[in-house]
T-cell receptor, first 114, second 115 residues
């Protein structure tokens, strides 16, 4: 079975500050890991994904995430937050079924203060 | 850039009524999915669909739910007799290729409210 835990349902940072959104996973098989972002009234958009190539994955809008097997983590970071980064972020895992089923975390709402 | 579209954006229905949620996946995609998110809870997988067959379904996807690709463009989710607990945001997604590592592209969702 697979599961995802996102620590912190709400994270607030100042504009220009480091963004760190935490994701821990549980998986009995090698996982594929995803970060999606949802802006208001829009669908989930892929930020980046880990598919067992490089452990440090770079995504869109300056985000990156590092796969750490020893810590079962896939935290999302961005060096400098921008107001436009305010959104809900979802971490997801797949790999257990080959049907593409994604198992999501509960989501983290990122607030960026001016 | 191609995108997944969903209609309606909002639907209000009475308990026991049938609803059909519609999705238009990206045109060259072959793999289709429905997820839902009850307010304040996680996004949950409902069903995956390929080659006019269900590939996998979750425990949530009981006999009250069905999916169909009635033509070359639409992908629908039908709930036969809605319950209060079916109130949720329903997301459709599509993917170009098979495999758990493949990217899924999500629509904006349909918010269903069952009264």
């Amino acid at each position: 079975a697979q599961s995802v835990t996102q620590l912190g349902s709400h994270v607030s940072v100042s504009e220009g500050a480091l963004v760190l959104l935490r994701c821990n996973y549980s998986s009995s098989v090698p996982p594929y890991l995803f970060w999606y972002v949802q802006y208001p009234n829009q669908g989930l958009q892929l930020l980046l994904k880990y598919t067992s190539a490089a452990t440090l994955v770079k995504g869109i809008n300056g985000f990156e995430a590092e796969f750490k097997k020893s810590e079962t983590s896939f935290h999302l970071t961005k060096p400098s937050a921008h107001m436009s980064d305010a959104a809900e972020y979802f971490c997801a895992v797949s790999g257990s079924s080959n049907t593409g089923k994604l198992i999501f975390g509960q989501g983290t709402t990122l607030q960026v203060k001016p | 850039e191609p995108e997944v579209t969903q209609t309606p954006s909002h639907q209000v229905t009475q308990m026991g009524q049938e609803v059909i949620l519609r999705c238009v996946p990206i045109s060259n995609h072959l793999y289709f999915y429905w997820y839902r998110q009850i307010l304040g809870q996680k996004v949950e997988f409902l069903v995956s669909f390929y080659n006019n067959e269900i590939s996998e379904k979750s425990e949530i996807f009981d006999d009250q739910f069905s999916v169909e690709r009635p033509d070359g463009s639409n992908f629908t989710l039908k709930i036969r007799s809605t319950k209060l607990e079916d109130s949720a945001m329903y997301f459709c997604a599509s993917g170009k290729d098979r495999g758990d590592q493949e990217t899924q592209y999500f629509g904006p969702g349909t918010r269903l409210l069952v009264l």
